[in-house]
């Protein structure tokens, strides 16, 4: 049997598989190596690489590019992120050989439509519909420098992203995504499949915790801070609950929201394994979203657990998943969700039917297999 070669163009480091934009992709590749697929992984960086070894293990080759950061990129008609993300490197290190590519992310597209790479099989994964993306980050935003920044960053997006025309087949994540590229690309063929995750089974509560609802992200993008300050400030107060506020870099504004409030503790920056444990030990996971773009990988990651998963509509636009959570689609049913379910730990039946649910719509091996057969079996 021919050995089975892809390189795979990514937008950072996917290791350690730490945030959402590279958790997908390290657990993709280590599919993919499970399958018997040599990946030469191609991913760019800013700052310092870190820990690479394990990534190392599982493809045949990595290659580290530096973005190109300086203040000529945003003068570029490309994106940003795009134009920051060119290379000649990558362009001679895609030429060793006929290899398909998959690109992650449009702002790794750079050279989806490059003259040289004509001929080449070319599979491109979205992240999300980019400019929907951007400019709902722009809306959620108060600081009128990083609005105008985030729209005007979409409409490039949104002009860029003819590349992907260029694109043997476009693999799409959530169901209105699927609808969009479908719609806006009817010619380039458009096969579904889900987020990567790295699990398999559900998984236990760490020691003895605590009772507590969670609610967790990285706290600097405006989307998570919109809902971090919503649940402190209309929904927290009315649950005689301890509330847990968990992720990277929270604002003066949020710091200031919880003081004083007895009941909810910020944990400011946790590391890996005090997030973990945080996941892993919440009685309810409170997740909220005002912009129902992509998938949230932080969904996925909760209904591993034991706990009760308590969402508003948006958090499950697009993906199997709604079925599996408590929805409420405004302040009065979020709270009575969280008052109501508190004190009910989740039985073992329940769980089962999750895990069966989740396997059978979310499996990372099933999704590899179609990748697989999509690339090199047709």
């Given at each position: ?6 390189h ?25 190596n ?68 998959f ?11 490059h003259?040289?790479?004509?001929n ?19 809306r ?13 960053e ?11 025309r ?24 458009n096969?579904?499949?889900?987020c ?50 968990a ?9 200031r ?5 007895p ?16 996941i892993?030990?919440?009685?309810i ?9 992509g ?27 709604a ?18 379910l ?37």
């Amino acid at each position: 049997m021919p050995v089975k070669r892809l390189h795979i163009i990514c937008f950072d480091i996917p290791f350690p598989p730490s945030y959402g934009g590279v958790i997908p992709v390290f657990y993709r590749i280590k599919a993919l190596n499970k399958l018997g697929v040599r990946v030469i992984l191609h991913c760019f960086y800013k700052g310092v690489k870190g820990e690479t070894e394990p990534l190392e293990a599982l493809c045949e080759k990595v290659y580290y590019y530096p973005r190109k950061t300086s203040f000529l990129q945003q003068l570029s008609f490309r994106p940003y992120g795009v134009a920051s993300r060119d290379s000649d490197e990558l362009l001679h290190d895609l030429l060793q050989d006929d290899a398909p590519i998959f690109f992650e992310g449009l702002v790794s597209c750079a050279l989806m439509s490059h003259p040289a790479l004509r001929n080449r099989a070319k599979y491109f994964r979205e992240c999300n519909v980019e400019h929907d993306y951007y400019h709902a980050l722009g809306r959620a935003t108060k600081s009128l420098w990083k609005k105008l920044y985030l729209h005007i960053e979409a409409e490039r997006l949104r002009w860029f992203e003819r590349t992907v025309r260029n694109a043997s087949a476009i693999f799409t994540l959530a169901h209105q995504d699927e609808a969009y590229f479908k719609k806006t690309y009817p010619r380039v063929p458009n096969i579904y499949f889900p987020c990567f995750h790295g699990h398999t089974a559900i998984l236990p509560p760490i020691g003895e915790p605590q009772p507590y609802i969670l609610y967790h992200g990285n706290l600097s993008v405006a989307e998570n801070h919109k809902a971090a300050m919503y649940i402190v400030r209309q929904i927290a107060p009315k649950i005689p609950y301890p509330v847990v506020i968990a992720g990277l870099h929270p604002s003066d504004e949020l710091r200031r929201a919880v003081q004083g409030a007895p009941k909810i503790t910020l944990v400011d920056s946790p590391d890996e394994e005090t997030m973990q444990r945080l996941i892993r030990n919440a009685r309810i996971h409170l997740l909220i979203t005002f912009q129902g773009t992509g998938i949230k990988l932080k969904l996925l990651n909760v209904l591993f657990t034991e706990g009760h998963v308590i969402v508003n509509p948006p958090m499950t636009e697009g993906t199997e998943l709604a079925d599996l959570c408590h929805t409420g689609s405004d302040e009065e049913q979020l709270v009575q969700l969280c008052t109501s379910l508190f004190e009910q730990p989740m039985d073992h039946q329940a769980l089962n039917r999750r895990l069966e649910q989740l396997n059978a719509s979310y499996s990372d091996e099933r999704s590899a297999r179609i990748i697989y057969q999509t690339i090199f079996e047709q």
